[in-house]
């Protein structure tokens, strides 16, 4: 069965500041995708950032950021110049024969 | 504007009643999802459809049922053999099985 697993459910950084939130995924697809959803307190889900996992290079997309490592099943992200907008619930997810989502990290951005 | 909707927000039920929610999408995505979230446990996969007129158990069925007429619509209807229905409801697309997710607003649903 697949997991992913998110081992921070709280976390908070300073306002301009740089913070990563954890993620690891267990899967014996030999094709998947990986995903980063933002969830703000009006609870729209909305897409972060996105990963294949055979491309090596690391997915960014503004001033968010992943450090993907393939072999230890780990999927971060980094999220720099952190704005207070950016508070919000987020979740990892991976696919496979359907899409398994992490528990979710809430991240709260102090000014 | 091209989306998911999702109707009604909010949703009181009495026990022992079923009730359905609608989710209704115009992106021309072949792929749509249902999943429950409730407090610390993230999303929960409750059914989901590749094609018209065919669907899946997800990973928590019990209770729920759905059908697939149209491209456009996934309706869920939540029966009253579910035993704990209240929670936040979220229905999703994509253009296929593994691709990218695009999410409704949700349905907060509230048995009383």
């Known amino acids: 069965a697949q997991t992913v697993t998110q081992s921070q459910p709280e976390m908070s950084v300073q306002e301009a500041e740089t913070v990563t939130l954890s993620c690891t995924y267990d899967?014996?697809?030999?094709?998947?995708?990986l995903f980063w959803y933002k969830q703000p307190p009006s609870r729209q889900m909305i897409l972060v950032i996105r990963q294949e996992a055979y491309k090596q290079q690391n997915a960014t997309e503004n001033r968010f950021s992943v450090n993907f490592q393939k072999a230890a099943k780990s999927f971060s992200l980094k999220i720099s110049d952190s704005q207070l907008g950016d508070t919000a619930m987020y979740f990892c997810?991976?696919?496979?024969?359907?899409?398994?989502f992490g528990t979710g990290t809430s991240l709260t951005v102090i000014p | 504007d091209g989306g998911i909707t999702q109707s009604p927000k909010y949703l009181f039920r009495k026990e022992g009643q079923n009730v359905t929610l609608s989710c209704e999408q115009n992106?021309?995505?072949?792929?749509m999802y249902w999943y429950r979230q409730d407090p610390g446990q993230g999303l929960r996969l409750i059914y989901y459809?590749?094609?018209?007129?065919?669907?899946q158990k997800g990973d928590i069925a019990e209770g729920y049922s759905v059908s697939r007429e149209k491209k456009e619509s996934f309706p869920l209807t939540v029966t009253s053999a579910q035993k704990n229905p209240t929670a936040f409801y979220l229905c999703?697309?994509?253009?296929?099985?593994?691709?990218?997710?695009?999410f409704g607003p949700g349905t907060r649903l509230t048995v009383l």
């Open positions: 992106l021309n995505h072949d792929a």
């Open positions: 999703a697309s994509s253009t296929r099985l593994r691709g990218e997710q695009f």
């Open positions: 899967t014996s697809e030999s094709n998947y995708y």
């Open positions: 459809s590749q094609i018209v007129n065919d669907f």
């Open positions: 997810a991976c696919t496979g024969n359907q899409f398994y």
